[in-house]
């Protein structure tokens, strides 16, 4: 299929694309590996792109203040290769590499993928076993999320249609930081049938402030608060039990409920041996 007709603007500035995006039907385009998809299968046929390729300063990735900020615009591929997060935020460093293939990567970007939100991607989860931040341009000004009150729905975020995504950001690994995270794809590459990504710390040897967030098992990425508090006991099997209460997986195309069940278990026991070793 090809897409419905639409119009293209591009954005020379963020007060522009705020401007541009006022037309009811308007869309975002940044990498386009989702969007350009949606159009062809007109899932999607909005009436104008704003293309924001060309705004400058969403491209960076900073450490300031314990906090590492990545520009919307920041490509899949320059994460993966970004030494700030390898050292900075370990748990995106693990992640990134699992996200689509290298020409997805090229092209995708990190401001797009937590826009689009999809249930079974990566990053949304990472963010928010983080506790991370989206910030946000729009036209009554500019505004932060926390991840914990940013995914809504399928495909719903705290995005209006007329805002941009202009950073996100991440608390900076420290000493007593462990993260882990593991999924299960069909083929390397895929979107995922489950994931978990998790977030601790251990400086007393036990785990504390264990954050678990779990895709590719609901609507949106979510956080699995009574297996946390069961790992912070130190206690796997009653972590791995309490999964029953935080997350009723549905079917889909990918696998069953039960299936997807079954499989967060084994994510969990995989994760929390990762969580339970010291980390460089
Ligand atoms: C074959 C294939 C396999 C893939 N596998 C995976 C995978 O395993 N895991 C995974 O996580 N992703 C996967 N992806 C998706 C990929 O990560 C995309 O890059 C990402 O989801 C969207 O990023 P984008 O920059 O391409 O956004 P676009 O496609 O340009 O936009 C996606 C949506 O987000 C909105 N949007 C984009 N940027 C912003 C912004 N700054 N502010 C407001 N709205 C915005 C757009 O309007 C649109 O609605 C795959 C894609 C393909 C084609």
Redesign the pocket.
């Known amino acids: 299929m090809k897409p419905a007709p639409f119009a293209y603007a591009k954005a020379r500035s963020l007060d522009h694309a705020i401007e541009l995006l006022a037309d009811a039907e308007a ?12 159009l062809n299968m007109r899932l ?1 046929q909005p009436s104008l792109l704003v293309d ?1 390729n060309g705004v400058g300063g ?1 491209d960076r990735i900073t450490l300031e203040n314990g906090t590492v900020e990545i520009g ?2 920041t490509r ?1 591929a320059q994460a993966e290769r970004s030494p700030e997060i390898a050292r900075h935020a370990p748990l995106i460093a693990l992640a990134m590499p ?4 290298p020409a ?2 090229n ?10 939100a ?1 249930p ?5 989860a990472c963010l928010l076993a983080l506790g991370g931040e989206i910030d ?1 341009a729009g036209p009554t000004g500019r505004r932060t999320v926390k991840a914990d009150d940013f995914f809504k729905a399928l495909f719903e975020t705290a ?1 209006t249609p007329r ?4 950073a996100i950001r991440v608390p900076a690994a420290t000493a007593d930081t462990r993260v882990g995270f593991s999924e299960f ?1 069909r083929r390397h ?4 049938m489950a994931g978990l990504a998790a977030c601790a710390l251990a400086d007393t040897g036990r785990l504390r402030d264990v954050r678990l967030a779990f895709f590719g098992v609901g609507a949106t990425p979510m956080r699995a608060r009574k297996a946390e508090a069961a790992l912070a006991g130190d206690d796997v099997d009653a972590s791995i039990a309490a999964l029953a209460e935080d997350i009723d997986p549905p079917d889909d195309v990918q696998a069953s409920g039960a299936v997807k069940r079954h499989l967060a278990g084994v994510l969990l026991r995989r994760v929390a041996r990762q969580l339970a070793e010291p980390q460089p």
């Open positions: 869309r975002v385009l940044a990498g386009g590996q989702s969007l350009i998809a949606t999607s924001i969403l919307a615009l899949h699992q996200i689509g293939h997805i990567r092209r995708g970007t990190i401001g797009g993928s937590i826009a689009f999809d079974a991607a990566e990053l949304p946000v995005l805002d941009v995504l202009t794809a590459g895929d979107y995922a």
